[in-house]
């Protein structure tokens, strides 16, 4: 199938949307110092009834975010030459994820087994550990293993699949010449549109995730991966498709309610069986139906809602665009370094946390401020060298999306 030619020049709406995304996943994560489920820190304050919150996005916001990294790399592979995005895409997202194993991620690690294991050593002994593959510190049981990418993990995973649809690239414009355009425009569309994901997604959890678990260590993550790169490949096939995004905001209110629906069903269980366990099977299963309706419908209506409501410019959205990737690179490190030394100050909960999103938000912007100001901190943070970026047109859908 070729480019549409009646697909719109421009997607604000899914540049809005990453930048939304990024900012819940931002949220998500200070939520992670208060919610009962493990992390690299904790809060003295922990609230069971965060849980429920916590669910409302956690089924679908990373996958909503492979979904438009798809889109972005189908518009980015229709005006690049392969084998020169491959390069590119390379650099913006190899150079950051490094940088970010060697000098960001560290500070969580050494709070991590600070906090869980007493750790006692100098930063010197605890980086040349970190550097050196050490395999003793074992918070909770399970082996660290170092130098990790902990939240970058999405970097690594992006940079895989965008490699393998630039190598299938060929097949993949062949398969959609046959099949994408008919199946979008078929009665039935939107059953199949709405129905036959979720029906994959949950087998899939039923299935794989039991075998292999979620590790985001990329060589052994089967089940991520068998849920990522199919979404990553749904963006990337359905991106230049004008029936394909008619049918998704079509679909967009049918799809909001199915999310919620299963959303309050995935808390009633929740609330029953408060600690996983005695879950009868049959109710097990629809945990995994709903999880996944939750997951897929999710996406779907926000992106029908997006290309509604947010598909407009602005210089805010201008700025964020640039800014929401090296926020992402250094916002997981604040919110553990900070929640780390305000734990044990006894400080309100409410005050707490509202010191973390401050901070975090100061550090994230004053991060990108001096990043973007100095030449050779572009290319670690993920942004485009000066002088390529000046060259560029604005507002091209391949530059308004490929941060990540």
Partial sequence: MQSDPAAPDRRFDLDWLRIIVFGLLILYHVGMFYVPWDWHVKSSHIFDDLRPVMLLTNPWRLS?????????TRFMADKIAPGR??????????LPLMFGMLVVVPPQTWCEIVEKLGYAGSWLDFYGKYLGFYEGWRPDGRKLLVPTWNHLWFVAYLWLYTMLVLMAQPLLRSVR?????????WRLAGAIMLVIPCLLLAALRLLLRPLFGETHALFDDWYLHAIYFPLFLFGFMAAPCTAAWTLIARLRAVALICALLAWLALVAVMLLYPHGTDVPAILSLGVKVGWATQQWCGCIALLGYAQR??????TWRRYMTDAVFPFYIVHQTVIVVIGHQLSPLQLPAWLEAITIIGITAAACLGTFEIARRVAWLRPLFGLKPQATASHVPRFRKMDRLDAT
């Fill in 64 to 72: 909503l975010l492979f979904i438009i990294s798809g889109v972005a």
């Fill in 85 to 94: 995005l491959l390069r590119t895409r390379s650099a913006r997202l190899l």
């Fill in 177 to 185: 010449q046959v099949w994408l355009e008919r199946l979008l425009q």
């Fill in 309 to 314: 409501w947010l598909n407009r410019d602005s």
